[in-house]
């Protein structure tokens, strides 16, 4: 009964914050996903059963696609598939000792955005970019491709979960004040290289992206045209290559 009540607290505060992010405040998808991240890491020490998860992690997702997409079918699809890719995670712990821990879901998530902008661009309003598409603070997107920004979201999620709900730290009154400060400055740092050192540049946008990769356009930028979105090609390389290693570990063992 604990861990139905705590996996439904988690449930509870990731809609609201998704919600939240959608609507008002964009800001939010910082720490919106963080709860996800503890009840697949509870599930992946067996603390949970499997359909708390997925169950968890299908509104959650279908929740922010819905907010974002029309298309009924595109809803389903990118939530059942991005469930799916993060649920790999799982694979990769119980049968390959994943050494890199929570933060391969990084590539995962990342690969299945690149996989559904190949094949479904037309969900690519449901990314993770999304949320601060065209905001000058994301500048450096010019460089990392508009992935670059669901990475940066990705990433601050993972160390919210580390400061908040790793070992059930807030559910136990126990504050990682270091770890906040460190986690404070990693999602700090790429807002201010943006403003103050490199101001001249500006975001890749979700009109830019599709006109690259729906319309098969050039854009005026030629790096961006050329490259592309280098950092989903390479997490969706680099994930399948993880999961054939588990798979090939779990068949040996």
Do not use: H
Not at 104 to 124: M, N, Q
Not at 214 to 228: I, K, P
């Amino acid at each position: 009964m604990e861990s139905r009540k705590q996996a439904l607290i988690l449930i509870v505060i990731a809609f609201g914050l998704v919600l939240l992010s959608r609507t008002y405040f964009s800001t939010a998808s910082l720490i919106a996903f963080a709860p996800l991240i503890g009840l697949l890491e509870n599930t992946s020490e067996r603390k949970f059963p499997f359909f708390y998860w997925f169950g968890a992690a299908f509104l959650v997702f279908g929740l922010n696609a819905a907010l974002t997409l029309s298309d009924p079918v595109s809803i389903i699809i990118y939530s059942i598939g991005i469930t799916l890719a993060c649920s790999a995670y799982l694979l990769t712990k119980y049968f390959s000792k994943n050494k890199l821990g929570v933060f391969t879901l990084l590539l995962f998530w990342l690969g299945f955005d690149y996989l559904i902008l190949k094949l479904l661009p037309t969900a690519s309003d449901a990314f993770l970019s999304t949320f601060f598409d065209g905001y000058k603070i994301v500048g450096w997107s010019r460089k990392t491709g508009y992935f670059g920004i669901t990475a940066w979201i990705i990433i601050a999620n993972i160390l919210f979960y580390y400061v908040f709900l790793w070992r059930d730290a807030i559910m136990r009154s126990k504050m990682r004040w270091l770890s906040l400060m460190y986690s404070m400055l990693l999602i700090i740092i790429p807002v201010a290289i943006s403003l103050f050192i490199v101001p001249e540049l500006t975001p890749v946008t979700l009109a830019e992206l599709n006109t690259v990769y729906v319309e098969n356009s050039s854009l005026a930028d030629l790096n961006y045209t050329e490259n592309g979105e280098w950092l989903g090609r390479t997490a969706a390389w680099v994930s399948v290559m993880i999961l054939v290693y588990a798979i090939i570990k779990g068949k040996i063992k």
